[in-house]
């Protein structure tokens, strides 16, 4: 299936792919210019971050990319998938009524369970000529989770309300509000570039605010208290001494003390 909409993006659906960022990034080395969306049922080799997996099966999940090809700068680049993760922690709240939170940078939690996972790779040949590719994985039907990620993963249908029936959730209609919500919050981002205008928002959503964090650096690890995210999308977080880090997405992980969130 392949699509048009009024927003402004192309869309190529496919029932299996390896991994719907690995797609986007062949797309756009054949040459396909901004605003693809890949979408897929489900993905044989999802992927998360340094490596990791992102656990894909069929049945009513959201595995999507989006490729992009910014006129800002490249250090904007980063500052993308928390423009992304906002929209759709925005979205799950406004079309589900759940109470879906941000875990900066890149993850949305609901009841503290990872329900979202995003995963933006930048593809640059120079500081001039580069892409960026922004994929979305959304739990959206799954009933069940592996052993090893019991305690930790949830999906919209496990945490959605009583009274919505427990009938299946329609994950295209929900793509599609994403991408809406996404369209406005990318248009405010690119005014400066940066997250002057929707930090409030971001912050407001941030379940790490105020909470006690340990930061997984590679470099070393250390707790504090997360205060929030600045106009560049990075975290601060005060240091037990009274010190202030601001820690920037690239590697690091943040869980709070005594578990995931
Ligand atoms: P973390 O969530 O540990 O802070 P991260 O944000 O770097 O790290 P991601 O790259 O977003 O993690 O996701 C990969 C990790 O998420 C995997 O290592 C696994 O623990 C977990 N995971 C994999 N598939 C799913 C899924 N469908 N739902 C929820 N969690 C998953």
Known sequence: MTGNNKMGYSMLYFDEIDSTNEEAKRQADNGV????????????????????????????????SLLLRPDFAIESASMVTLVMALSVAQTIREVMQLPAFIKWPNDIVIEKKKVVGI?????????????????VGINVNQKEFPEELSQTATSLWLEQREDAGGSDIDSDRLTHKVMERFEE???????????????RAYNELLVNKDAAVKVLDPKG?????????????ELLVQKQDGSMENIYAGEVSVRGIYGYV
């Open 33 to 64: 210019a901004d605003r693809l969306l890949i979408v897929a049922g489900h993905q044989t080799k999802g992927k998360g971050r340094r490596g990791r997996n992102w656990e894909s099966p069929a049945g009513g999940n959201i595995f999507m």
């Open 119 to 135: 995963l933006t790779e930048l593809h640059m040949k120079d500081a001039c000529n580069w892409y960026l590719i922004c994929g």
């Open 185 to 199: 919050n990318y248009a405010l981002f690119g005014k400066r570039a940066d997250m002057s205008d929707l930090m």
């Open 221 to 233: 690890e250390f707790e504090g208290t997360a205060l929030g995210i600045n106009k560049l999308g």
